[in-house]
């Protein structure tokens, strides 16, 4: 579905992705990991059409994005949930998922835009019970479903997250990745970002590990998540495993 | 006939190409961040691993062979640390230097997985009883098929070292249905079958997979016709990695090769150019998974040429034939590669001092196939006794033959009738 090869992004004189290539194929979960400065933002931003100096090719749907619009790029069925979430926290959270389907009530879908809003209310019920309430005054995980639910209010193909769990308590980071693996089942595909790689890992069907602007290591996210390597650089800080079982 | 993996056997042109390049760039990366030789050698060629971008830029990346193995003995061409390594294998090298490769955790899953995608295309199930029957230098490869037939849940009679009597003895006794060997081990089990009278019908066997050597084709028909079996070739590499690199299917119109582990190349053996698509040359291979010896280009040494078009199996492997005579100097006993190099230097180590005049060859028996090593006996061999000089020989033999994992036999002559080293 998503086909990228060679690709290497400038901020100006400076390389911060050095030929990449990468896949992700119709239905699958993908995840992105490496630690902060490798490029995985970049890479994102890249692909939704936020950065346009760039080399290589990047295919969607076997069609060439190079040179497109970020809300051409949306209206093809491509959907950034970015970093940090970025709502507009004085709007009411209903507002908030309304503008997510911008692209659409300009081509006046408005019927199936209103379906949608539904089946996102539909998804994540506390969105329903603070509908008029400001974007900015819900909780971490709340606010975190919001951008995923304005996201899906485009209607994409292909969602793309930029550190969903950044922030969150873990039990709300598990929630986060289960209503992954939901909308995975209902057929969106996901390239999932993430700085938490085990819990990326944990949902996802393969995984590439970035480093430096490059992939070091790529395969089944079972594998990757019991690789040495990635443990080592990845999954260290969590400490819980040396002491699991010794109580 | 099923297939084991028919997400990656049969997984479209277009994106093995994609899966292809992806693991070629992270394999370069790893390497050269990681394993100082490589990181040298790209350096000398000026060019940075990020640089290939496609196949063709494949072709800059200088090659890797044997020699360089022995000259980085023991771990200098290890990608991961120790540590992550769970399994260090020997194998004889061209030198007086094993060859060492390592395997991580996941590298061992690979080869279990690479065995038993190759076992199932050749029928094998989980109610076979598999029988391995390879000569100590290709001791390897017989944990690797263990492992692999075990993955696929048949019952494994692994490697032990019996005489071949006490092996035909365990093929009936126990029914054995699959048999892993050598070629020239199963041509030897076969004359031994005949020679006690045994008819082919008493053992149970049905499934033959000959590994080691490319088998000649009379060969195949004649130990199908005899053994009332079916035949089936395996391609390896026995310094590295190991067994199952490329097999046949039920088409058995050339060997498949496990494309998502391994890219393969063919080269003319002289310049190193890549050949016309379908004509012979040197078989090179990379690794794309490989995590703790990766091998970049790596110069099997085997002559092998692309078939063209689809397979009716269904998988979308590549194939390649597999050509018997080798492009070096190797010489294959029993699926034993032996460098000719190697042979010297230990008889260097033997003997005190370099032979002048030497002479080897590969000989066939009926019962049993053995390296032939006539030596000059001159000053350093010749003693007046002939008790002593019978012990100095067979102390050559024999240490040559621990060595070597294959018979060696020492004779002697006194004027040269061979050339001169």
């Given at each position: 579905m998503l086909r990228i090869r060679n690709l290497k992004c400038y901020y100006g004189r400076i390389r911060a992705i050095s030929g990449v290539s990468l896949s992700v194929r119709s239905g699958e979960l993908i995840a992105l990991i490496g630690a902060n400065g490798a490029g995985k933002t970049t890479l994102l931003h890249t692909v939704c059409g936020l950065l346009s100096q760039w080399e290589g090719e990047i295919n969607f749907d076997k069609k060439s994005l190079s040179g497109r619009k970020p809300q051409e790029i949306v209206r093809r069925g491509i959907s950034l949930v970015p970093e940090g979430r970025l709502l507009f926290p004085p709007m009411s959270v209903l507002d908030n998922l309304k503008l997510g389907a911008y692209v659409r009530y300009r081509q006046r879908q408005h019927q199936d835009a209103a379906e949608d809003l539904e089946t996102v209310l539909n998804l994540f019920p506390v969105l329903r019970e603070r509908?008029?309430?400001?974007?900015?005054?819900?909780s971490g995980g709340e606010q975190q479903m919001l951008a995923i639910g304005r996201a899906l209010m485009a209607r994409p193909r292909l969602l793309l997250l930029d550190?969903?769990?950044?922030?969150?308590?873990p039990f709300l980071v598990r929630l986060i990745m289960d209503i992954l693996v939901q909308l995975k089942g209902e057929g969106i595909t996901i390239l999932l970002v993430e700085q938490n790689a085990r819990a990326a890992l944990q949902v996802a069907d393969r995984g590439y590990v970035l480093e430096n602007g490059r992939v070091v290591l790529d395969g089944p996210a079972g594998d990757l998540l019991a690789d040495q390597d990635v443990k080592r650089a990845y999954l260290g800080k969590d400490y819980r495993e040396f002491y699991d079982g010794r109580d | 006939m099923p297939i084991w993996n028919t997400g990656e056997e049969c997984l479209d042109r277009e994106a093995r190409a994609q899966q292809q390049i992806e693991r070629l760039q992270s394999t370069l990366n790893r390497a050269s961040k990681n394993v100082p030789f490589y990181r040298n050698r790209f350096g000398l060629q000026g060019m940075d691993s990020l640089e290939v971008e496609n196949l063709s830029d494949l072709r800059r990346v200088p090659f890797t062979e044997r020699q360089h193995m022995s000259d980085n003995?023991?771990?200098?061409?290890?990608?991961?640390?120790?540590?992550?390594?769970v399994r260090i294998h020997t194998a004889p090298g061209m030198t007086l230097k094993p060859t060492v490769s390592g395997y991580t955790k996941s590298d061992l899953l690979v080869w279990r997985e690479l065995v038993g995608r190759a076992l199932t295309a050749a029928g094998v199930t989980s109610s076979d009883i598999l029988q391995i029957v390879l000569y100590p230098g290709l001791a390897n490869w017989g944990r690797d098929y263990k492992d692999g037939a075990e993955a696929i849940e048949a019952s494994v009679i692994p490697l032990t070292v019996l005489t071949p009597e006490k092996q035909l003895m365990i093929m009936r006794d126990y029914r054995t249905s699959v048999l892993i060997t050598s070629p020239s081990a199963a041509t030897q089990l076969m004359n031994l079958l005949f020679r006690a009278n045994l008819n082919p019908n008493t053992l149970a066997l049905k499934t033959l997979i000959l590994v080691g050597q490319a088998p000649a084709a009379s060969i195949h028909s004649q130990l199908e016709e005899r053994l009332h079996v079916k035949t089936w070739v395996h391609y390896g590499l026995s310094e590295v990695p190991g067994p199952g690199v490329a097999f046949e299917c039920e088409e058995r119109q050339g060997l498949h090769v496990s494309e998502d582990h391994f890219l393969p190349e063919i080269v003319d053996p002289k310049t190193g150019e890549p050949v016309p698509e379908g004509e012979e040359g040197e078989l090179v291979l990379t690794t794309l998974?490989?995590?703790?010896f990766p091998l970049i280009r790596f110069r099997t040494g085997d002559r092998v040429r692309f078939l063209g078009g689809a397979c009716p199996?269904?998988?979308?492997l590549r194939r390649i034939a597999w050509l018997p005579d080798r492009t070096d100097e190797t010489m294959v006993i029993r699926g034993v590669k032996v460098h000719h190099r190697q042979i010297l230097l230990l008889l260097e180590r033997a003997i005190g001092v370099m032979p002048k005049m030497y002479r080897i060859s590969v000989k066939h028996e009926e019962l049993r196939d053995y390296l032939e090593v006539w030596l000059l006996a001159d000053e350093s061999i010749f003693s007046d006794e002939i008790k002593e000089m019978e012990k100095v020989v067979q102390g050559i033999g024999s240490e040559l033959t621990q060595e070597l994992g294959v018979p060696v036999t020492i004779r002697l002559r006194e004027k040269p009738s061979f050339h001169e080293n």
């Open positions: 509908s008029k309430q400001a974007a900015g005054t819900l550190e969903p769990s950044m922030g969150l308590a | 003995y023991p771990y200098g061409l290890f990608a991961v640390p120790l540590r992550d390594v998974t490989t995590r703790a199996c269904g998988r979308t």
